[in-house]
């Protein structure tokens, strides 16, 4: 009888940390609650006496070198050099017709960046720019027709690239994965948008 209050119990805080009623990944969390520690480690010595948050930090980095590699094979065949560009062309695709600043709030890049590789997006013939009807100092852009043939081709590799980067983790694993990398999306996204009001550089010592 204990062992199903206690079950009941774990699975109440299940739904309530995750808001999800999933079985399965429900057994994943249990795994990780239940299960022995493990003692994770990196090949530097020194990441691994850091902590956690260093370790963590030291991993994800290293992917992102992987993901940017994978990304240049992605793009090789088209007029793409990052993913810096595919979120300008995909963002322009949803605002339709978007100013340059909004396009520079919604990719999250910094201005000159942003900036110059519409510029470059535009000489190529990916987007076009245009007056503003009712503002004539606004710019807007928009996607030409040869940019909205490449959009098509870009999705389909973005999806072959998304199933590249989840490797071969399982399904339960990445149900378990999911929640964690939406939970530290939000957190950054949040502090992103008080980037302007609260110091972040000196709150976090960088």
Request: charged share 30%; aromatic share 8%; hydrophobic share 40%.
């Amino acid at each position: 009888m204990d062992s199903i209050i206690q079950l009941i119990t774990d699975y109440k805080a299940f739904t309530e940390q995750l808001h999800s009623e999933d079985l399965l990944l429900f057994g994943e969390w249990l795994k990780q609650k239940y299960a022995p520690p493990t003692n994770y480690t990196t090949d530097e010595t020194e990441v691994n006496e850091a902590g956690l948050d260093v370790m963590a930090s030291y991993l994800l980095g290293g992917l992102t070198s992987y993901v940017e590699a994978w990304v240049k094979l992605t793009y090789r065949d088209l007029p793409i050099l990052s993913l810096g560009d595919f979120a300008i062309v995909k963002t322009v695709q949803y605002l339709q017709q978007p100013r340059k600043k909004d396009i520079m709030n919604q990719t999250i890049m910094e201005r000159t960046t942003c900036m110059e590789s519409i510029k470059r997006l535009i000489k190529i013939g990916v987007l076009k720019e245009y007056n503003d009807e009712k503002d004539k100092r606004v710019k807007r852009v928009l996607l030409t027709s040869m940019g909205e043939d490449m959009v098509a081709k870009l999705d389909q590799k973005m999806m072959n690239l998304s199933v590249l980067l989840m490797g071969d983790l399982s399904e339960i694993e990445k149900k378990s994965l999911l929640p964690l990398l939406q939970k530290l999306n939000n957190f950054h996204a949040e502090l992103y948008q008080k980037k302007d009001s609260f110091d972040i550089k000196q709150q976090y010592g960088l």
